[in-house]
């Protein structure tokens, strides 16, 4: 007899900060599927396996996290977190995701409250920030010290709306790249970038239930005491 999995199936129904968060990751790395029984499942599937414990934590599941091995030379161990509810993925699919999320991805209505907590979970799934050195002139005498922060989507669509509710909360600038891929990137230079720092973790990291992944906070405060000793 199969055992009965616990999940809060009204998770995605009220909007608290964790609610926002799930989302936002979900919108980077997570997927509805659909199997041959007409069973519908939402899955996330990250390499990292703290952080998805805090999102089972936070959606109050009793589901399995498994184990999937790489398949090529170079490829990383991917947990993956797969849960069985069609009310789920019908509150998900009016929140704006469907099956093929990838192309028709689009912002949903986040209150204003909770899009910090949007955004950071969106970063930690599809955003990457960089510290280092640049030349500061063409003699490659001088070096700068910078820091960029980057979003990365298949979908234009949904770049250029996050970016746009960006501009309406916390930055001034940044601009959209179409790669030669199939993906484009929203660029964030170094004032926008300690912006974002500032909406994303707003000095309060005790209240996140371990809902953010420390490596990337860190290279934001690298930056800052870089800055300091320079």
Not at 124 to 147: A, P, Q, S
Request: aromatic content about 14%.
């Amino acid at each position: 007899m199969p055992i009965y999995k616990k999940v809060n199936k009204d998770f995605f129904k009220i909007w608290t900060p964790e609610m926002a968060y799930v989302l936002g990751f979900f919108a980077a790395d997570g997927y509805i599927t659909v199997n041959k029984r007409g069973g519908q499942f939402w899955c996330i599937q990250i390499t990292d396996k703290k952080l998805l414990e805090s999102i089972k934590r936070a959606i109050k599941a009793d589901h399995k996290i498994s184990i999937r091995l790489p398949k090529k030379s170079g490829e990383n161990l991917l947990y993956r977190l797969q849960i069985g509810s069609i009310e789920i993925c019908n509150d998900l699919r009016e929140l704006g995701f469907s099956e093929r999320k990838t192309k028709s991805l689009a912002i949903p209505n986040v209150p204003e409250e909770y899009f910090n907590d949007f955004v950071r979970g969106y970063f930690d799934g599809d955003g990457n920030v960089w510290v280092g050195y640049i030349h500061k002139d063409k003699n490659k005498k001088n070096f700068n010290l910078t820091i960029k922060t980057v979003f990365t989507s298949c979908s234009f669509r949904f770049l250029k709306q996050f970016h746009t509710r960006l501009l309406k909360t916390a930055v001034h600038g940044g601009s959209i790249h179409k790669s030669k891929g199939n993906y484009s990137r929203l660029q964030f230079s170094v004032k926008d970038s300690l912006k974002l720092y500032d909406l994303m973790y707003n000095g309060n990291i005790g209240d996140f239930l371990g809902l953010f992944l420390d490596r990337k906070k860190k290279i934001f405060e690298k930056f800052k005491k870089l800055r300091l000793r320079s």
